[in-house]
């Protein structure tokens, strides 16, 4: 079983900054790609960033050069820095973990940007 840990999610204003963090633990053999998704009410759940395990990453278009996603993989843990927030950042956000042999979740932690 794996665990994820999030932490960093809060209430900021418009232009205001935040950084998101998943830990993983538990019975991790390999770390292949992890990831970000969030999910605004009444709304699906989409990628925002991923980074493979050899520090590939791809964004979502909507927050490219505004969020910067990156891993310390001797913590097996994820990050996401948020900059510029915009109101339309508003919701859930998922830490997303992909290991050998299945992938797993984190809680979510909100995200409200005010504006």
């Known amino acids: 079983q794996v665990r994820l840990v999030e932490s960093g999610g809060g209430l900021v204003q418009a232009g205001g900054s935040l950084r998101l963090s998943c830990a993983a633990s538990?019975?991790?053999?390999?770390?292949?790609?992890m990831g970000w998704y969030r999910q605004a009410p009444g709304k699906q759940r989409d990628l925002v960033a991923r980074?493979?395990?050899?520090?590939?990453?791809n964004y979502a278009d909507s927050v490219k050069g505004r969020f910067t996603i990156s891993r310390d993989n001797a913590k097996n843990t994820v990050y996401l820095q948020m900059t510029s927030l915009k109101p339309e950042d508003t919701a859930v956000y998922y830490c997303?973990?992909?290991?050998?042999?299945?992938?797993?979740w984190g809680q979510g932690t909100q995200v409200t940007v005010s504006s």
């Open positions: 997303h973990v992909g290991v050998l042999g299945g992938a797993y």
């Open positions: 538990g019975n991790i053999f390999s770390i292949n790609a």
């Open positions: 980074i493979t395990s050899g520090g590939s990453t």
